[in-house]
């Protein structure tokens, strides 16, 4: 029974780990879709239910990012993050990183020093962001 339970949770681990590479490359796609205004990319890493909040406190749907991107009202000129850390469940991760990104906002382009907190959910589409919210650092 020992054994079972021990390759049982070995198995999950490896599992978790193991979509750790996917989770990366979806969380990079998502920053330069971002920038790129790659709206089919966006359409494909944003859940259908996204919540994206900002450090102002705006809280977007997937429809709402996509339009202010479109639109010009919010430009995403850079998006650089480090002490990215990583926890991976089955079907569920979140990523925190601290980011700095340059953005623009009706036009006022500005500098701003971020928490970022990411929560994702593996779909049959692949990893999707369900749930994002920044803090001003």
């Known amino acids: 029974m020992r054994v079972r339970i021990t390759i049982f949770i070995l198995l999950i681990s490896s599992f978790s780990f193991g979509q750790t590479p996917f989770l ?10 971002l920038i790129s205004k ?18 102002n406190g705006w809280v977007e749907t997937r429809e709402d ?12 000129y850079s998006i650089q993050s480090d002490s990215l ?15 700095k990104a340059e953005v623009g906002v009706n036009g006022n382009r500005m500098e ?3 928490h970022v907190l990411e929560v994702w959910l593996k779909t049959n589409k692949g990893w999707q962001l369900i749930a994002r919210q920044s803090t001003k650092l």
Do not use: C, F, M, P
């Open 112 to 114: 701003l020093n971020l």
């Open 38 to 55: 790659d709206t089919t990319t966006l359409k494909q890493l944003l859940h259908k239910n996204v919540t994206y909040g900002h450090s």
């Open 85 to 99: 850390t990583w926890k991976a469940e089955a079907n569920w991760a979140s990523v925190r990183s601290k980011t």
């Open 24 to 33: 990366r490359d979806a969380v990079s796609k998502l920053d330069k879709a």
């Open 65 to 76: 990012v996509i339009k202010d991107l479109v639109s010009g009202k919010l430009a995403y």
